[in-house]
């Protein structure tokens, strides 16, 4: 057992080391967090200097009439009231960035506003907001004040982090084949099954490594995306996203040492994992229900905003189950040198 | 042998490696079970109906009953509605979804708003397979230049009367015709469900598949081996295909001949169906077209020059600190950046965490490729370590210290500072002293720290860089980590 133990640990040892030394592992690991952080920080830039859109001051093209019910209201919105005989030229003729007009309702006896403007972002929400206390409608609006961090932030910052946790789920299917195909093209799994302890120790002691090299990058870049934007759910999007990554390795290493794998390729079983773990995902996106108790499928239900208290056990266990049935297929079938 | 790349390739010979190619990839069982996997991939994707059927809009606060059944309850929804009369929308944008339930609030709408015409946002399906068939190719590009090269066949192709561009466009061909034969079917069978309908999209996918092939081809051209050759084209293949799109879509609201000028964006937007008109449909499929052409030329070029494309080595020990220093200064100057361009979105106390995260991990990264630790330095000499700690801990207190970790701990929310400082400090210790003082020297690191770390302060940061660094060169690693922890718990 103690040899067993010393085994796993040495190659687990030996493999962190093989993959840190390797420069695509290394650009791998520091890609997603260089061109996430680099991304947000350059919109940050632009937007600094820019100015953002949301800060714009919007003019609003009215006839006289009209604009004499509401000017104080738009005075008080911080948008500028231009009187137009014809507003809605205005607009079209760019003397103004929206209009807003009253007209006969088409489907009754009444009259209706009308705004025209070349989106409904917040600038055309709040000058509806004052149109429909205007008109005392039977729905009225209030903008509240913009918080420090908004709930659409929140949401972005979670769907960014879920993005990288999708793309190490995707590395550990290819370094995980990626070793394993290696290391039977250069004959070190015929070498290590001369060794005097159980075969299945060579997948274990990879898997650990492989795990532990990508696990730390991933919570390291998730750090970064969290350290920037505090991401939404991130404990939720760290366990989940790790979890898959792990199964991932397995999945990858399992798919190239699978029975006459010798004889199949790097391309086809490597394909085929992917396609996979792809698919998960999408059971998860497509089945949140079923997805969020299932390892690497909770990364698809977790993307469309399910995380069912409780599904972190099953997940974790599932996951184990499938390393462990990894790791018991490499013993079986000796790296994929047996039948 | 550049004469020959250069010459007009030879359709015989094209067709030739196109042939070797194939039979390459489909000996044995491999070539079955890739097409089958690409097709139980996408053709359900293609196929069959997507999505769980319209969701309703979700809302918080007191939908009144008129809404019941229109709207869900959820707590973390954007939109809160407050009883009436008249009922109150308490939100900073309306969801589409949610206006209409409205009408049942309001049947005859007081506002009406009227829109200028968009260019359609949302995709079809054919970008949903051709972006999965893009993410089928990793293997197959894998086994192309770097299965040639892992297996010693290279060199005997390149050694044949076969100029370098047969040979890549031999290449390109197999697996551009596969990819866009397994798009297409999946497409045919969403024309069948109805799924999809007769468009552009038949001639952009191809177009998109055929210059990813050539990407994936010239981003391969360099690797050594089959697992090589997968990492690179999964990690740029899909971040270009997104980022593309994603640009030519934007571009599309300025003007649809513009977007499609994006090489592989416009044909993807073009397969999505969001560019409209015969000239953007033209110039995406022209602007993709002749990107790959290019792209197989320079790839064929890389073969020419040198034989074999010699083998990119991977970032040094320096390359390894400096991304480390890149990823640390991101993750501290981020959130500030965030509050100047008037949107603060986060917490400083996670950053410089996440900063010495970075750095420590970047340092270890970078002492495992490099095979040997700094000395650690002998037990008592641990003593001086702990004194210069307490001596650095001091100083701030009595001569105050300014640099971005400094600036992101003052910023700390009570109770994360601790956490965060010791992380920092062993993170920064680790990096300067474990990695960067062997590589740089004593003068070096000092520099590196005061220009990455204390660019605020640098006078009274000399005092502290000159200390550590010193500290480090005397008594080894040990002590200098422990006032590195000294320093950053006193901050």
């Known amino acids: ?339 | 042998m550049s004469t020959l790349s250069t010459a007009l390739p030879r359709p015989r010979r094209v067709l030739a490696v196109a042939r070797r190619e194939r039979a390459r990839s489909a000996a044995g069982r491999r070539g079955l079970s890739l097409l089958l996997f690409s097709l139980a991939l996408l053709l359900p994707a293609g196929a069959l109906p997507l999505g769980r059927g319209p969701e309703l809009p979700a809302v918080r606060g007191e939908p009144p009953a008129a809404l019941a059944g229109q709207v869900r309850l959820d707590e973390r929804a954007t939109v809160e509605l407050r009883a009436g009369p008249p009922l109150t929308v308490v939100a900073r944008s309306l969801p589409s979804e949610l206006r209409e339930a409205l009408l049942a609030v309001e049947p005859q709408p007081a506002v009406e708003l009227r829109l200028a015409p968009r260019v359609p946002l949302l995709p079809g399906r054919a970008l949903l397979v051709a972006l999965l068939a893009i993410s089928m190719l990793t293997g197959p590009l894998a086994e192309t230049l770097p299965g040639e090269r892992e297996g010693r066949t290279l060199e005997i192709l390149l050694a044949s009367s076969l100029s370098r561009l047969e040979l890549v466009l031999g290449k390109w061909l197999t697996w551009t015709l596969s990819a866009s034969g397994v798009a297409l079917l999946a497409g045919l069978a969403g024309m069948l469900t109805g799924t999809l309908p007769v468009g552009p999209w038949l001639l952009a996918m191809p177009v998109a598949l055929g210059f990813t092939v050539a990407l994936g081809l010239w981003l391969v051209r360099g690797a050594a081996d089959l697992v090589g050759g997968a990492a690179v084209p999964m990690r740029v293949l899909p971040v270009v295909a997104l980022v593309s799109v994603g640009l030519s879509m934007g571009l599309a609201q300025l003007h649809p001949a513009v977007a499609a000028l994006v090489p592989l964006g416009g044909a993807l937007a073009l397969a999505g169906g969001v560019l409209p008109g015969l000239l953007p449909g033209a110039l995406a499929l022209l602007s993709s077209g002749l990107a790959a052409g290019l792209l197989l030329i320079l790839t064929a070029r890389a073969v020419d020059a040198q034989g074999v494309a010699p083998v990119p080595e991977g970032p040094g020990v320096l390359g390894t600190v400096l991304s480390g220093a890149l990823l640390f200064a991101l993750a501290v100057l981020g959130p500030g950046l965030f509050e100047v361009a008037g949107a603060p979105l986060s917490r400083p106390a996670v950053s410089l965490s996440a900063g010495g995260l970075l750095l420590g991990l970047s340092a270890a990264v970078a002492l495992a490729r490099r095979g040997a630790l700094p000395e650690l330095g002998a037990p008592r000499a641990l003593l001086p370590g702990l004194l210069a700690g307490l001596l650095l801990a001091l100083l701030p207190s009595l001569w105050p210290v300014f640099g971005l970790p400094r600036l992101a701990m003052v910023a700390a929310p009570a109770g994360e500072g601790l956490g965060a400082a010791l992380l920092f400090g062993l993170g920064s210790g680790l990096w300067l002293r474990g990695a960067l003082q062997p590589r740089l020297g004593a003068v070096g690191a000092a520099a590196v720290h005061l220009v990455v770390l204390l660019p605020l302060d640098p006078l009274r940061g000399l005092l502290i860089v000159g200390a550590l660094a010193l500290l480090q060169r005397r008594f080894g690693l040990g002590p200098a980590l422990l006032a590195h922890l000294g320093l950053a718990l006193a901050g």
């Open chain 1, 1 to 339: 057992m103690r040899l067993v133990g010393r085994t796993v640990l040495t190659i687990a040892l030996a493999t962190g080391l093989r993959l840190v030394r390797e420069g695509f592992v290394v650009r791998a690991l520091a890609w997603p967090g260089l061109l996430a952080a680099g991304a947000m920080v350059g919109t940050a830039l632009i937007v600094g200097l820019m100015g953002s859109p949301v800060d714009e001051v919007a003019s609003l093209a009215m006839r006289a009439e009209d604009a004499a019910l509401v000017q104080e209201r738009v005075a008080a919105a911080s948008l500028e009231l231009r009187v137009d005989p014809d507003p809605e030229r205005a607009v079209a003729e760019g003397r103004a960035s929206r209009a807003a007009w009253r007209e006969a309702d088409p489907g009754g006896a009444g009259e209706r506003w009308v705004v025209a403007a070349p989106s409904a972002g917040p600038t055309t929400f709040r000058i509806e907001a004052i149109l429909r206390d205007q008109a005392q409608a039977a729905w009225r609006i209030e903008v509240p004040p913009e918080t420090a961090r908004s709930a659409v932030v929140a949401g972005q910052s979670g769907r960014m982090g879920l993005i990288i946790s999708v793309l190490f789920a995707l590395y550990g299917v290819v370094m995980g084949a990626g070793l394993a195909w290696r290391d039977r093209a250069e004959g070190v799994v015929e070498a290590a099954l001369t060794l005097p302890v159980p075969p299945w120790t060579q997948a274990a002691g990879r898997l650990v490594g492989l795990g532990v090299v990508l696990g730390l990058g991933q919570l390291a870049t998730l750090q970064l995306m969290h350290g920037i934007m505090a991401m939404d759910r991130p404990l939720a999007i760290a366990g989940n996203g790790l979890v898959a990554t792990v199964v991932a390795c397995a999945l990858g290493l399992s798919a190239v040492a699978s029975p006459g794998a010798a004889d199949r390729g790097f391309a086809a079983p490597l394909s085929r994992a992917l396609g996979f773990v792809t698919a998960l995902m999408g059971l998860g996106a497509g089945l949140p229900a079923v997805g969020a108790w299932l390892p690497v499928a909770s990364l698809g239900a977790l993307a469309v905003g399910s995380s069912p208290l409780g599904a972190p056990i099953p997940v974790t266990l599932l996951g184990l189950a499938l390393v462990g049935l990894a790791v018991r297929r490499w013993g079986q079938h000796q790296g994929g040198l047996g039948r």
